[in-house]
């Protein structure tokens, strides 16, 4: 021991060095120097939490991915269970819903996705950060649908983008504690804040891409000037590049039809299919006709019209009944609106038909429209060229081969009256009766040759008609015509003709068994006749006679006649004539 009483090597016992009480003060303080830095390490932690989830975000510039991350990340950090992220649409309802902690057959069995009502409004009708301990029990809480998870705590948190509001966060269910703490709410709103930038980078980053997609379209439109280019290749090139670039369903371009005053679908690529080209509508009763008379592009969801107005006009029949949003476009050109370009998607496309693929879908229109014109252009060119050509054969036919066989037919004549042999007689009368024929032929195929192909003319539609027989028969029928068809036939009377050819060419078809048949068409002072004549097995005593009727009674109506009988060679001869005054 030493002087001092103490034994050399040991510290002195606690309980001599310290009074009892400082003991005790010294163990609570330790205890909560531990809780601090047990505190602050798991602050660290969800600082590191925050800060990879920033990157991760940060770095996927695709925004439906994003999102999903951004609810994830979110309930990752307050220890969620369940999570959403509710995307604001124009009129401040809930556009989209992105779910995190319920499956796909959760949310299938829950139903349509809420619309923002209810305590998810409380966001949206004030922007500010919200806990509740108990969901049910705030006043603006209606409840929970069918199969939806049982949920208690609650914190929101809205998203901005600048100075709007982008959406809102909602969490629910704090997992280890009874509600949402402070330091939860102050993690996921610096998380919201990071979030609307990469989501304001994403959506700019798709504006730029979407800009690209679409001036790329453009050039390759504007690509078709520089070449050979036909108008129904490029309508099917601009409608298929359109849907292509603006992530669509369907894309057809309509056409106006002055005469009849309907739009025509001139092209389509999509889901409507090639049977939807040709359909009309009458331009009155549709969207796509004020457009065109107004130039000016709508967008509009095409099965009901926003809240409190009635549903939005037609836009076409053939649609799909699952379309969701639709784009119209007029094809501008100097003298006005060529005809439309009309966008639609199903309402899943949530990436389809946003607000800059107006403005973007408007100049890849004003590119197509050039396009069209110059295609016009070069078919009146190719045009001018056939007419030009077939003037020049209707006048080589009038003024040489008809006035050669003319004259061949005068010098018969003359060579009759020289021969007194009956036969030979008889055999040049025939001859000239022959030419006589062969001149009338001539002058109706130089009136032919004077109309523009395809135009539609009277003479072309009975040639249309005859030649969807062809496919029936076996052959095709002989065609005869007299007369000026389009200067002596009333516009009234036309349809009629076509229907009469059309019924007895198939009968013609149905029963005779025949192997010719014959259609003459004669157009006189005194009216239009029809003659149509084959040489099958006649019309016999059990043939349905209700065609027949038909004919008689449309003859009897417009003051005419009609009658069938036996040709005397084999066969039925059917006339049928009607004034045309």
Same mark, same amino acid.
């Given at each position: /021991?030493?002087?001092?009483?103490?034994?050399?090597?040991?510290w002195?016992? #606690?309980?001599r060095a310290? #009074?009892?009480?400082?003991?005790?003060?010294?163990e609570?303080?330790?205890?909560?120097?531990?809780?601090r830095?047990?505190?602050?390490?798991? +602050?660290q932690?969800?600082?590191?939490?925050?800060?990879d989830?920033?990157?991760?975000i940060?770095?996927?510039?695709?925004l439906?991915? +994003?999102?999903?991350r951004i609810v994830a990340?979110?309930c990752?950090?307050? %220890?969620?269970?369940?999570?959403?992220?509710g995307?604001?649409?124009?009129?401040r +309802?809930?556009?989209?819903?992105?779910?995190?902690g319920i499956s796909?057959?959760?949310?299938?069995?829950?139903?349509p996705?809420?619309?923002?009502?209810?305590?998810l409004?409380l966001?949206i009708d004030?922007?500010?950060?919200v806990? /509740? =301990?108990?969901?049910?029990?705030h006043?603006?809480?209606?409840?929970?649908?069918?199969?939806?998870?049982? /949920?208690?705590s609650?914190?929101?948190?809205?998203?901005?983008i600048? $100075?709007r509001?982008y959406?809102?966060?909602?969490?629910?269910?704090?997992?280890?504690?009874?509600?949402?703490s402070q330091e939860d709410?102050d993690?996921?709103?610096?998380? *919201?804040?990071?979030?609307?930038v990469?989501?304001?980078?994403a959506a700019?980053y798709?504006?730029?891409?979407?800009?690209?997609?679409?001036?790329?379209? %453009?050039?390759e439109i504007?690509n078709?000037?520089l070449?050979?280019?036909?108008? $129904?290749?490029?309508?099917?090139r601009?409608?298929a590049?359109?849907?292509e670039?603006?992530?669509s369903?369907?894309?057809?371009?309509?056409?106006?039809?002055e005469?009849a005053?309907?739009l025509?679908?001139a092209?389509?690529? %999509?889901?409507m299919?090639?049977?939807?080209l040709?359909?009309? +509508?009458?331009a009155?009763?549709?969207?796509?006709?004020?457009?065109l008379r107004? @130039?000016?592009?709508v967008?509009?969801p095409?099965?009901?019209?926003?809240?409190?107005?009635?549903p939005?006009?037609?836009?076409?029949?053939?649609?799909?009944?699952?379309?969701?949003?639709?784009?119209?476009?007029p094809?501008?050109?100097?003298?006005?609106?060529?005809?439309?370009?009309v =966008?639609?998607?199903?309402?899943?496309?949530?990436?389809?038909?946003? #607000?800059?693929d107006?403005?973007?879908a408007?100049?890849f229109?004003?590119? *197509?429209?050039?396009?069209?014109?110059r295609?016009a252009?070069q078919?009146?060119?190719?045009?001018?060229?056939v007419?030009?050509?077939? !003037?020049?054969?209707?006048?080589d036919l009038h003024?040489?081969v008809?006035q050669r066989?003319?004259?061949?037919?005068?010098?018969?004549?003359?060579a009759?009256?020289l021969?007194?042999?009956?036969q030979?007689?008889?055999?040049?009368e025939s001859?000239?009766? !022959?030419?006589?024929e062969?001149?009338?032929?001539?002058?109706g195929a130089?009136?032919? =040759?004077?109309?523009?192909?395809?135009?539609?003319?009277?003479h072309?539609?009975?040639?249309s008609?005859? $030649?969807?027989?062809?496919?029936?028969l076996?052959?095709? #029928?002989?065609?005869?015509?007299?007369?000026?068809?389009?200067?002596?036939?009333p *516009?009234?009377?036309?349809?009629?003709?076509?229907?009469?050819?059309?019924?007895?060419v198939s009968?013609?078809?149905r029963?005779?068994?025949?192997s010719?048949?014959?259609?003459?068409?004669?157009?006189? %002072?005194d009216?239009?006749s029809?003659?149509?004549?084959?040489? @099958?097995? @006649?019309?016999?005593?059990a043939?349905?006679r209700?065609?027949?009727?038909?004919l008689?009674?449309?003859a009897e109506?417009m003051?005419?006649?009609?009658?069938?009988?036996?040709?005397?060679?084999?066969?039925?001869?059917?006339e049928?004539?009607?004034?045309?005054?």
């Open positions: /021991m030493t002087a001092g009483g103490t034994v050399p090597g040991r002195p016992e #606690p309980s310290l #009074p009892e009480l400082s003991a005790v003060r010294l609570e303080l330790l205890h909560e120097l531990l809780e830095v047990g505190a602050v390490t798991a +602050m932690e969800r600082l590191r939490a925050l800060l989830a920033v990157v991760g940060a770095s996927d510039l695709e439906p991915r +994003m999102l999903e990340a979110a990752h950090l307050a %220890g969620a269970r369940y999570g959403a992220l995307v604001l649409g124009p009129n +309802m809930l556009a989209q819903f992105i779910t995190y796909a057959e959760q949310r299938e069995r829950i139903g996705l809420p619309q923002g009502h209810g305590v409004g966001l004030s922007p500010e950060a806990r /509740m =301990l108990e969901i049910g029990a006043p603006q809480s209606h409840g929970f649908p069918a199969h939806h998870p049982v /949920m208690s609650f914190l929101g948190v809205p998203i901005r600048r $100075d509001v959406g809102n966060l909602y969490l629910a269910e704090k997992e280890g504690a009874r509600e949402f709410e993690v996921v709103s610096a998380l *919201a804040a990071a979030a609307g990469a989501i304001d980078n700019l798709e504006v730029s891409e979407r800009r690209l997609r679409w001036l790329e379209a %453009g050039t504007s078709l000037l070449g050979e280019v036909q108008r $129904d290749e490029a309508l099917l601009v409608a590049r359109a849907r670039v603006s992530d369903d369907v894309a057809f371009i309509v056409l106006p039809d005469k005053g309907d025509v679908i092209a389509v690529d %999509g889901r299919g090639d049977h939807a040709q359909q009309r +509508m009458p009155a009763e549709s969207l796509i006709g004020t457009v107004t @130039g000016e592009p967008v509009i095409t099965d009901v019209g926003p809240t409190g107005s009635p939005a006009p037609q836009l076409w029949p053939g649609l799909p009944r699952d379309v969701g949003r639709a784009l119209v476009v094809l501008r050109s100097a003298t006005g609106a060529l005809g439309a370009l =966008l639609v998607a199903q309402r899943e496309r949530r990436a389809a038909l946003l #607000p800059p107006v403005q973007l408007e100049s229109a004003a590119q *197509a429209a050039l396009a069209l014109a295609a252009a078919a009146d060119r190719e045009l001018l060229a007419l030009g050509d077939r !003037d020049r054969i209707a006048r003024d040489v008809i066989l003319f004259a061949t037919g005068l010098g018969l004549q003359t009759v009256r021969t007194s042999h009956p030979v007689r008889s055999r040049v001859a000239v009766d !022959d030419l006589d062969v001149i009338r032929d001539i002058r130089i009136f032919e =040759l004077h109309h523009r192909p395809g135009e539609g003319d009277l072309t539609s009975i040639r008609v005859l $030649d969807e027989a062809q496919h029936v076996g052959f095709a #029928p002989q065609l005869r015509v007299r007369g000026r068809l389009e200067t002596d036939v *516009a009234g009377l036309q349809p009629h003709l076509l229907a009469v050819v059309r019924e007895a009968n013609a078809a029963h005779a068994k025949a010719a048949v014959l259609v003459a068409v004669l157009v006189d %002072g009216g239009v029809i003659t149509v004549s084959d040489d @099958g097995i @006649g019309i016999g005593t043939t349905r209700s065609g027949l009727e038909n008689r009674r449309r109506e003051g005419g006649s009609f009658a069938v009988s036996p040709r005397e060679s084999g066969g039925t001869v059917l049928w004539h009607v004034p045309t005054a």
